[in-house]
């Protein structure tokens, strides 16, 4: 049986500085070839983007911190082997 390949992002996040969920960002299981996530805020402002699966979003935009709310994601991976998928989401960023 092969591998489970599996890609999962929090549903929130608290970017509060104590060292426990203070960054948005995917975990997968499995080798990722292909990666590309993008964060909007509910006035559909791109605050954040990134092609490294280790990179997060801190919570901050321009050198501000954002505010508590629900942000919207898009992600587009694609494991070792396989067909590029996409994941979209919500995300809500406490304080």
């Given at each position: 049986?092969?591998?489970?390949?599996?890609?999962?992002?929090?549903?929130?996040?608290?970017?509060?500085?104590?060292?426990?969920?203070?960054?948005f960002r995917?975990?997968?299981?499995?080798?990722?070839?292909?990666?590309?996530?993008?964060?909007?805020?509910?006035?559909?402002?791109?605050?954040?983007?990134?092609?490294?699966?280790?990179?997060?979003?801190?919570?901050?935009f321009n050198?501000?911190?954002?505010?508590?709310?629900?942000?919207?994601?898009?992600?587009?991976?694609?494991?070792?082997?396989?067909?590029?998928?996409?994941?979209?989401?919500?995300?809500?960023?406490?304080?």
């Amino acid at each position: 049986m092969p591998p489970i390949e599996a890609i999962l992002l929090p549903t929130a996040f608290s970017p509060n500085g104590d060292g426990q969920n203070d960054v948005f960002r995917a975990q997968a299981s499995g080798t990722i070839t292909d990666y590309y996530l993008v964060v909007y805020n509910r006035w559909g402002q791109m605050v954040f983007e990134t092609t490294d699966l280790n990179a997060g979003w801190d919570g901050m935009f321009n050198g501000q911190q954002q505010e508590m709310g629900v942000y919207v994601y898009y992600a587009r991976y694609t494991f070792a082997g396989d067909n590029e998928d996409l994941l979209r989401g919500n995300v809500t960023l406490l304080r």
